[in-house]
């Protein structure tokens, strides 16, 4: 994950770029987006998705990219957004690919959560192969000692009744 300063040089680094190279008309071309520093194919993918309403692949994130594993859309050798953007596109059909990225965003911030997903609000749980099958781990209780804290604050030994 990037941090707030990285972001912010990619941000300045971006724009010099596209000032110089381009003089400040963004590139509409993937190859030539993609070379750029700090932007990965789903930012990509987003962009000119709405900027030029072109799409040329869908943007997965990591809401996308939990999901589709959750639905079983992806091998379980799927293991990074990229992965999982490749694994979709081979199967979903091209006039969907606009669409999922705000569907399951949306549901994986709201309802398919990463930890303690909210499968009774769901309204494709019914279909989902893991819904109700995660939930809050815990590890079993350890049996605690009883202590006599009186008897260790006063100093003396008392029977225990």
């Not at 520093?37 to 040329?56: N, R, Y």
Request: hydrophobic content about 40%; some cysteine.
């Amino acid at each position: 994950q990037m941090c707030i300063r990285d972001r912010a040089k990619y941000i300045k680094a971006v724009t010099d770029r596209i000032m110089v190279d381009h003089k400040g008309v963004v590139p509409s071309d993937y190859n030539t987006l993609v070379a750029m520093p700090g932007l990965g194919p789903k930012m990509i993918h987003l962009f000119m998705q709405c900027a030029d309403g072109v799409v040329t692949g869908i943007g997965v994130d990591t809401h996308v990219h939990r999901i589709a594993r959750r639905f079983n859309w992806t091998p379980p050798t799927t293991n990074t957004p990229e992965a999982t953007r490749v694994a979709l596109e081979a199967w979903l059909p091209k006039d969907k690919w606009a669409e999922i990225n705000e569907l399951l965003v949306g549901l994986g911030q709201t309802i398919c959560r990463p930890v303690n997903p909210n499968c009774g609000e769901c309204a494709v749980s019914n279909i989902c192969p893991n819904a109700f099958k995660e939930g809050p781990k815990r590890s079993p209780k350890k049996a605690v000692p009883v202590v006599d804290i009186e008897a260790i604050v006063l100093g003396t030994k008392r029977a225990r009744k």
